[in-house]
């Protein structure tokens, strides 16, 4: 076949399996927002034929033939179809290597285990919920062997989130933050929490600051909507249409304020990525830790910045006169940053938060190699959040049966939240280089550092792995240090 | 093939048909609620693409087959089979009988005819829609001598939207309605809009009355929720997922209120279809008058009627304290059934809405039989609104170019409002000889009403045509009478 006409052939599988995800993400995102509660079980027959639509869609004899055919004139490809044609033949290969029994099995296990952890966490109740780890476990283990035996599996699931990640580049950036951070922390005796932190902020006040800052941040609002779930997320079905929601408590204004940041700045990397990439396999961001560098970098290193706090103290203050009456910069900026301990991974703050990743890292790292069984999971969380941040669990709800990820088999996946504020202080001590963040953080004026990430990094999309990108992106590998120093500042500062 | 099996692939069509529905339905009630201005462009790539599959699910030499043999086997089907296959065999031919070209490039100047009117009617300027709608309606008349060459194009136009209706039956309906009521309405003097009628009514109490009015319909809210858009609409994605959604005006609490009423109807329709037909080609509604019929039972029989009014006098004296304040029973009831002839469709009362249908039925029937052209149309239309309504037509804004039904090729669409309403009252005039209506809307218990349309209309779906299930369910063909003495009634009574 003439090459011009593979590159349509793979255009169009494109545009087909991204109609099938536009879809389904609809469906999806209705459901979170505004579908009516009984009705999950009719979108769950929809889905599931979508679903088989896309999987059919890409795993057949001649999207085999056609990548393949690609590949094996790899050389007169330019960069990008090049590097489309490899994502989707290691998708392939993944869904390939999987026995299509073993998949569905693994499907309806998933779901079942999540329904329990559901009900466990409702109750505390582990033992009602650890048989069904110990299946999505065992599965996650073999599936694992099965798209790499030649890796320990523990190996093989965190490079399915971030490609190239290894457990020795983690085990360096968690044991460089635990030797600096948890001798500040142990010596660390936290301020009590201002009152104006938890006065009441009618929401329909929350929600003309949630347009206000969707106006700064710069997102494109014709191109973007914001709608209100339970926990807050981004989704984007294309540069062209991204969601993000967030939640409003009336005694918390910070919680949502911040939700809109973070999810800002992961709807600017969507709206971030080249036009010409639209609709194709580098139509995402590069890696889940690299989608998270860009919303931890718009939530921590711009929305707690002493410079953008003050420029937003006297909004606030408009939109909120009672609550912040009298509230200083200084006290706005200070509670902006508190740090404490806690029990609770999302309601973390900016410092204590990697030591909460680090006790999942630490315990999904044993369990996938055997070195701990589901059995005495509880038992070594509360030991390690003992050790890590210093506080006892009261129960499992808030302890081992916070988090739904493990139940959902997604191990590997704690890991990428740390390594977006790694990668996004990193990011931020490369753009210094270029542009004076801070007078800029003073005015407001978040334009040139949306850019500087927008052509470092929006704009490529998938195009590099993640290291590539950062390394293009910064002139230095990988560097947890700038991370640490930034924590280090945050700590002392508060 | 073994007819089980034949049975089995049956049921595998309406499945794949009915999730392809389900997912351009979401994108459409998404893109109409909460959907970014600027995604419109994406999310038409997706639905085409989906319209596509939908098309080629049903529209391939397999289906054909399948359908004919169980067609051929007709007297072993039972009645829901035999007409899940013919309805989806007259939906077969009717796709095939036009050429995919003149499918595709419809499709592209009903897009086209659609921004046009659009224009057009911002500005007021026919010249503008003309030479598209010309263009319309050439396909549409074409469109109807492939369906069916040996009748009339009208008559087939109008059966595609009301099984079984013909020009002679609507001659005779609209003709009854006009020696009636003409003259009556004549004579009306409509007395001055009383002030309470747009008197500041906040939104978020109309909220609160919506929410007590699905309650008080009996919607299963776990089933059916409430959305906000310009223009109120009922959307079924099954019995188990069904959007309704109103529009808020702080100076028309009533025009809310209606409207979730009429959406209620149809939704209420939606949720009373037999379970055993979900997902099939039963699920849906007999007809589009058959719908309307039950939209408008709710809005106006129901909604409308004295002993209904009074029961809600109470809470939405309760509602709205400020407006409502020394607003008598009678005073409100007068208020809702207030009568004046006025220009526009969708906000005329009930009484001379079906003359707003009239004008467009005359036009259409002259348009397609080619004794109008549409360059001469504005002029026919203001000469029928003076005629039939008395009123002056001051812009084509608010005169031909207020729907927009033409300019999507809808013509024959018109006449089911006026049915609708019409199939409303001989509903209600057979409902009377089982139930005390009167007491059951004095006492506000509208259980054994929905319960009577549900099992006489409700729960059959699209098992009979429209004509035979308004036999079926009233004993008697339609008769016209029980809408003219209705509409006599209400002109009496304001």
């Given amino acids: 076949m003439e090459l011009t006409a593979m590159k349509e052939q793979l255009t169009q599988l494109e545009r087909e399996l991204h109609a099938y995800g536009h879809a389904m993400g609809c469906l999806s995102f209705d459901a979170a927002t505004v579908a009516p509660s009984g009705s999950s079980e009719a979108r769950g027959l929809t889905l599931s034929f979508l679903s088989e639509k896309h999987y059919a869609a890409l795993v057949n004899p001649q999207v085999r033939e056609l990548l393949d055919g690609l590949w094996s004139r790899r050389d007169e490809l330019d960069a990008a179809t090049l590097r489309r044609t490899q994502l989707l033949r290691e998708d392939l290969d993944e869904l390939t290597r999987i026995p299509v029994e073993e998949y569905a099995a693994y499907a309806r296990i998933t779901n079942e285990s999540s329904e329990r952890w559901r009900a466990a966490k409702a109750t505390g109740d582990y033992a009602v919920f650890e048989p069904l780890l110990a299946q999505v476990l065992d599965y996650s283990r073999r599936f694992a062997g099965y798209r790499d035996a030649t890796r320990p599996a523990y190996d093989v699931m965190l490079d399915s989130y971030e490609k190239g990640m290894d457990s020795a580049t983690l085990d360096a950036l968690f044991s460089m933050l635990r030797s600096h951070l948890t001798p500040l922390l142990a010596s660390h005796s936290p301020s009590e929490p201002p009152a104006f932190l938890s006065a009441c902020c009618p929401v329909e ?18 191109r973007c909507a914001l709608a209100e779930t339970e926990h807050p997320f981004t989704q984007g079905f294309s540069k062209y249409d991204v969601r993000i929601t967030t939640h409003y408590y009336e005694n918390a204004f910070l919680s949502s304020m911040y939700s809109v940041i973070h999810e800002g700045g992961h709807a600017l990397y969507e709206q971030g990525i080249a036009d010409e990439y639209q609709y194709t396999a580098l139509a995402d961001g590069a890696s889940m830790g690299m989608h998270e560098s860009q ?11 002493a410079g953008f706090l003050r420029f937003l103290a006297p909004t606030l203050r408009k939109l909120f006169p009672e609550a912040l009456d009298g509230v200083s910069d200084d006290a706005l900026l200070r509670a902006a940053n508190r740090v404490e301990p806690s029990l609770v991974r999302t309601e973390a703050d900016e410092v204590t938060y990697p030591l909460h990743i680090m006790v999942r890292y630490d315990l999904e790292k044993q369990l996938v190699a055997g070195t701990l069984s589901t059995k005495d999971l509880p038992e070594a969380w509360n030991a390690l959040y003992k050790e890590y941040l210093g506080v006892d669990v009261p129960n499992h709800t808030v302890g081992v049966l916070q988090d739904m990820h493990w139940s959902e088999g997604m191990f590997g996946y704690f890991p990428t939240y740390a390594l977006g504020s790694a990668y996004a202080s990193q990011f931020m001590h490369a753009m210094r280089r270029d542009l004076d963040v801070d007078a800029l953080l003073a005015r407001g004026e978040l334009a040139p550092i949306t850019q500087w990430l927008g052509s470092h990094v929006h704009r490529y999309g998938k195009l590099y792995p993640p290291a590539v990108l950062l390394e293009r992106a910064t002139g230095e590998a990988f560097q947890p240090r700038y991370y640490v120093e930034h924590l280090q500042a945050v700590l002392k500062g508060c």
Same sequence: chains 1, 2.
């Fill in 295 to 305: 919303s931890r970098f718009y939530e921590n290193l711009v929305g707690r910045s």
């Fill in 205 to 222: 006040s929350q929600r003309a600051l949630s347009a206000y800052l969707m106006q700064v941040l710069g997102l494109d609002g014709s």
